[in-house]
């Protein structure tokens, strides 16, 4: 279990109600909120991605309804929960804040695409300041699904290794606390990295299996890197999607190699799914936490069970912690579906 959630504005009944995922999403948002020394505002966007979110509680309510029909003992509170808005309104509740709420769940790239929308919403002039970030927890549905698509690894993930043989599940929570230069400068904040672009692309090859060229993902990084004004090779880091299946690592080993071109066998890729899992709508808000802060103090996240890389891979796979100067980091995350999304982030200085 997550450890106790810090004191927040929520009643004692209201916090007994909360569920894993939703104790996972206070304690990330808690610690956005202190490092970026933020204050109430009564008009503070949040926009989240998940693709379970409550999913726990409806697998509580459906228990509960089959092993004792005849009892509703908190079943309303149940379906309440379930439904993906009811942690955000927790978490507005716990800090105190208000403001427009955006739910994001299109599977493995909610999180980089909340990342992404939120920061539009700053780019576009909408908003001063955004609360963003993805959270999930681990449920049996979760789990079952990706048992019976075969997708789960029977030994350890290895990510893009020549004899991988699938993912290992993971849960957790990242937020980001985003606003404009101006106003951090102001404030005095303490900036960790800036978002300098953001890519999406739909992939419709097929439901559950990416386009084996990686057609959408190349397009989700070029699209990234436009809008950050940057050419492939001035991108020092890249945090791969690198679920540890074989389609997928496949396809974007494609994306990767057709991305970056000539410069392909200098660009350093890692995949930090092999540390802690595939965290599912978490994931790309993770993964663009540890691109910003490896930018912050300068160093590779490595993927330390690969053994054999897979030949596919043109690239410089990081497979051990090293220290290196670089300006840019991209993260990408592909979900089911086809939703691709890529992460452009700069350091700052």
Request: hydrophobic content about 40%; overall charge negative.
């Given at each position: 279990?997550?450890?106790?959630?810090?004191?927040?504005?929520?009643?004692?009944?209201?916090?007994?109600?909360?569920?894993?995922?939703?104790?996972?999403?206070?304690?990330?948002?808690?610690?956005?909120?202190?490092?970026?020394?933020?204050?109430?505002?009564?008009?503070?966007?949040?926009?989240?991605?998940?693709?379970?979110?409550?999913?726990?509680?409806?697998?509580?309510?459906?228990?509960?309804?089959?092993?004792?029909?005849?009892?509703?003992?908190?079943?309303?509170?149940?379906?309440?929960?379930?439904?993906?808005?009811?942690?955000?309104?927790?978490?507005?509740?716990?800090?105190?804040?208000?403001?427009?709420?955006?739910?994001?769940?299109?599977a493995c790239a909610s999180g980089a695409n909340a990342i992404g929308h939120a920061w539009s919403l700053i780019r576009n002039g909408e908003a001063e300041r955004v609360l963003t970030g993805g959270y999930d927890a681990l449920s049996q549905l979760v789990f079952s699904g990706f048992d019976s698509l075969q997708a789960l690894s029977p030994t350890s993930c290895r990510p893009f290794d020549a004899a991988r043989d699938g993912l290992a599940l993971g849960e957790g929570a990242a937020v980001l606390a985003l606003e404009t230069l101006e106003n951090a400068r102001k404030r005095g904040a303490k900036i960790v990295a800036e978002i300098c672009g953001y890519g999406a692309a739909t992939d419709c090859h097929?439901?559950?299996?990416?386009?084996?060229?990686?057609?959408?993902?190349?397009?989700?990084?070029?699209?990234?890197?436009?809008?950050?004004?940057?050419?492939?090779?001035?991108?020092?880091?890249?945090?791969?999607?690198?679920?540890?299946?074989?389609?997928?690592?496949?396809?974007?080993?494609?994306?990767?190699?057709?991305?970056?071109?000539?410069?392909?066998?200098?660009?350093?890729?890692?995949?930090?799914?092999?540390?802690?899992?595939?965290?599912?709508?978490?994931?790309?808000?993770?993964?663009?936490?540890?691109?910003?802060?490896?930018?912050?103090?300068?160093?590779?996240?490595?993927?330390?069970?690969?053994?054999?890389?897979?030949?596919?891979?043109?690239?410089?796979?990081?497979?051990?912690?090293?220290?290196?100067?670089?300006?840019?980091?991209?993260?990408?995350?592909?979900?089911?579906?086809?939703?691709?999304?890529?992460?452009?982030?700069?350091?700052?200085?």
């Amino acid at each position: 279990m997550p450890q106790e959630i810090p004191k927040t504005r929520l009643s004692a009944r209201e916090e007994g109600r909360l569920d894993r995922a939703s104790k996972l999403l206070l304690l990330a948002a808690q610690e956005a909120w202190e490092a970026a020394g933020w204050s109430r505002s009564e008009d503070l966007p949040l926009v989240l991605g998940t693709t379970s979110g409550g999913m726990r509680m409806g697998e509580e309510y459906y228990r509960q309804a089959t092993e004792r029909p005849f009892c509703d003992t908190r079943q309303p509170t149940r379906v309440v929960h379930y439904q993906p808005q009811s942690q955000a309104l927790q978490l507005q509740n716990a800090r105190g804040f208000s403001g427009p709420i955006t739910i994001i769940a299109n599977a493995c790239a909610s999180g980089a695409n909340a990342i992404g929308h939120a920061w539009s919403l700053i780019r576009n002039g909408e908003a001063e300041r955004v609360l963003t970030g993805g959270y999930d927890a681990l449920s049996q549905l979760v789990f079952s699904g990706f048992d019976s698509l075969q997708a789960l690894s029977p030994t350890s993930c290895r990510p893009f290794d020549a004899a991988r043989d699938g993912l290992a599940l993971g849960e957790g929570a990242a937020v980001l606390a985003l606003e404009t230069l101006e106003n951090a400068r102001k404030r005095g904040a303490k900036i960790v990295a800036e978002i300098c672009g953001y890519g999406a692309a739909t992939d419709c090859h097929h439901l559950t299996q990416p386009h084996p060229e990686g057609d959408a993902a190349l397009m989700a990084m070029q699209k990234a890197c436009e809008m950050g004004e940057i050419a492939a090779e001035q991108v020092g880091y890249i945090n791969a999607h690198g679920t540890g299946t074989a389609l997928n690592d496949g396809a974007e080993a494609m994306a990767i190699n057709r991305w970056a071109g000539n410069c392909a066998g200098e660009m350093r890729v890692s995949s930090t799914k092999a540390s802690i899992g595939h965290l599912l709508g978490a994931a790309g808000a993770v993964e663009g936490a540890v691109c910003a802060i490896a930018l912050q103090e300068q160093w590779l996240p490595p993927t330390m069970t690969t053994e054999n890389v897979d030949p596919i891979c043109k690239f410089n796979f990081v497979r051990a912690p090293v220290d290196a100067k670089f300006e840019y980091a991209l993260s990408n995350s592909f979900g089911f579906g086809g939703s691709n999304a890529s992460l452009l982030f700069r350091r700052f200085e």
